[in-house]
């Protein structure tokens, strides 16, 4: 099976700051990795060049074996993203913004209503499908933007710390169902966070650190590579500083 997200030798600068420097790794189907570093690691700037907002010159990032920069449109179309601030629109209802999203997709309506049906059953908001979306709270929000992100049926799914200001409840339904499509539906999963009790043991885990990968693994591996009993003490051991 082709690799879902494929990273080489990427270094991006802004001006003479290098913001990422040689970055490599790879995320397969089913996997659900977690991209952990502290403020200004590097994780937006790795973000925005994966969604190809940015260009590097240095490096490659495959999507489902599409090269972002020369095959863009077929690595892009199996890519669903959420970013850290909330795109959705306040004034449409739930069921609005996905027929929107589906259409920029080039989904046809029947086929899309049967999407949107099927993503938000799965995260107990169809009930909520005809509700504009500022009558949501945050939680709620956010499964509609996973659900959004979803419905092209993305192989790799990037997530940008999804769960800040949520409440405990709210960040846990997020976190056991994304954990629960990389498992069950073998979505490949890249969630920036910087969050520990995010992470599952059965995780693959990357530790970015002033632009570089410190670590990269499943999880008890980099915690032995550390001799860290923990994953806050293999934070420290990696960056430095307290998770
Ligand atoms: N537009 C910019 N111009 C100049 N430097 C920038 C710009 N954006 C980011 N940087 C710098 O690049 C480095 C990486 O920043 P980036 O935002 O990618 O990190 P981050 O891990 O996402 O941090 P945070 O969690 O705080 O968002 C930091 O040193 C940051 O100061």
């Known amino acids: ?85 909330p795109t959705l629109d306040m004034d449409l209802s739930v069921t609005q913004n996905l027929r929107y999203h589906a259409a920029l997709h080039g989904i046809g309506r029947k086929e899309a209503d049967a999407r949107i049906q099927e993503e938000l059953e ?22 509609v933007e996973i659900a959004r992100a979803l419905l092209h049926k993305p192989s790799l799914l990037l997530l940008d710390e999804p769960t800040v200001g949520l409440d405990v409840p709210s960040r846990k339904a997020i976190v056991d169902y994304v954990h629960h499509l990389a498992a069950e539906q073998g979505i490949a999963v890249l969630w920036a966070s910087h969050l520990i009790d995010e992470i599952y043991p059965s995780d693959r885990l990357i530790v970015l650190h002033q632009g570089k990968v410190r670590a990269q693994g499943a999880v008890p591996d980099v915690l032995q590579a550390a001799n860290a009993a923990d994953i806050a003490a293999a934070f420290r051991y990696y960056t430095g500083e307290a998770a």
């Open 1 to 85: 099976m082709t690799t879902a997200l494929k990273i080489d030798h990427l270094s991006y600068a802004y001006g003479k700051k290098a913001a990422l420097d040689g970055v490599g790794f790879a995320v397969e189907a089913g996997q659900c990795c977690i991209l952990l570093g502290p403020n200004g690691a590097g994780k937006s700037t790795l973000f925005a060049l994966i969604t190809h907002l940015y260009d590097s010159r240095d490096g490659r990032i495959a999507i489902a074996g599409f090269d972002v920069k020369s095959q863009s449109r077929p690595a892009l179309a199996r890519l669903g993203v959420v970013f850290q601030q």
């Open 122 to 143: 799965r995260q107990g908001m169809y009930e909520r499908r005809f509700e504009k979306v500022r009558q949501l709270n945050g939680g709620h929000r956010r499964r």
